[in-house]
């Protein structure tokens, strides 16, 4: 684990321990003697805090805890730890297309509704990280451009007035098949993770299905213990 990388677990670890008085975190001069590196090393490892939302600075004031941030459950990815300017969307093409009939069900449509189906690469400072197919459908983004792809799809939903709510998401381990290694600029068999998504509205509605490539994929989460679902699994082995 790089340097960097390890100051900013111990520091999101030392958040959630309540560790910083005020909810202020010590001078990056004091955080460099603890840790023993360079200033630079400490503004990267803060930045990445900075990147996943948990911190905040005032100029001349210092860097501080995000009011709240401890009452919420903090997942953070080797995607969404990177701030959106150093991430780029390459799209491979867009199109209007029947959907399958387990896509017709995802989202409850209509024989004859259409979907939007898009694929892009993501690509993380200047590194080919991601390979993504989406469907969005036709009904609730009637205007879809490949612009839009080429963007945030969170922001573009924003934009037509829609609330998001929450996401569904599932992990499998996978390995690179020869077309997708082509895209993704690797060698056939390489290990990736397969990450499947629904966004959903704040009405209920699925507005989005994806699946998603992922290469020298991480994902860190911190939630808190639910005790009632840890005795109900206890109860049901007889413990």
């Known amino acids: 684990m790089k340097k960097r990388e390890f100051i900013a677990q111990d520091l999101i670890s030392k958040i959630y321990q309540h ?17 023993e590196v ?37 997942i953070y990815n080797s995607m969404t730890e990177n701030s959106y300017k150093d991430i780029v969307s390459k ?19 209509e024989e004859n509704d259409l979907v939007w189906e898009f694929q892009r690469l993501r690509i993380v400072k200047y590194q080919i990280t991601q390979l993504e197919t989406s469907v969005l459908p036709c009904y609730l983004f ?5 612009k839009d792809v080429e963007g945030s799809i969170q922001d573009y939903v924003q934009r037509k ?5 929450h996401y ?8 690179i098949s020869k077309n997708q290694s082509e895209l993704l ?31 020298d994929y991480t994902c860190t989460y911190i939630i808190p213990f639910n005790k009632e679902n840890y005795e109900k699994r206890q109860k049901s082995m007889g413990y």
């Open 19 to 35: 560790q910083f008085p005020n909810n202020q975190l010590p001078p990056q001069r004091s955080l460099a003697d603890k840790y």
């Open 91 to 109: 799209t491979i093409y867009l199109k209007k297309v029947s959907p399958s009939l387990d896509i017709q069900k995802t989202f409850g449509l």
């Open 142 to 146: 009637p205007d879809l451009t490949p």
């Open 185 to 215: 600029n690797c060698k056939k068999g390489t290990p990736a993770m397969e990450i499947t998504n629904r966004g959903i509205l704040s009405d209920g509605t699925i507005y989005q299905y994806s699946n998603i490539l992922a290469l």
């Open 38 to 74: 360079s200033r630079y090393t400490i503004q990267e490892a803060l930045k990445r805090l900075m990147d996943i939302g948990l911190i905040y600075t005032i100029q001349g004031d210092g860097i501080y805890i995000k009011e709240n941030i401890l009452s919420n459950p903090l």
């Open 168 to 175: 569904i998401t599932n992990y499998k381990a996978t390995i």
């Open 161 to 165: 007035s829609y609330v998001i709510s």
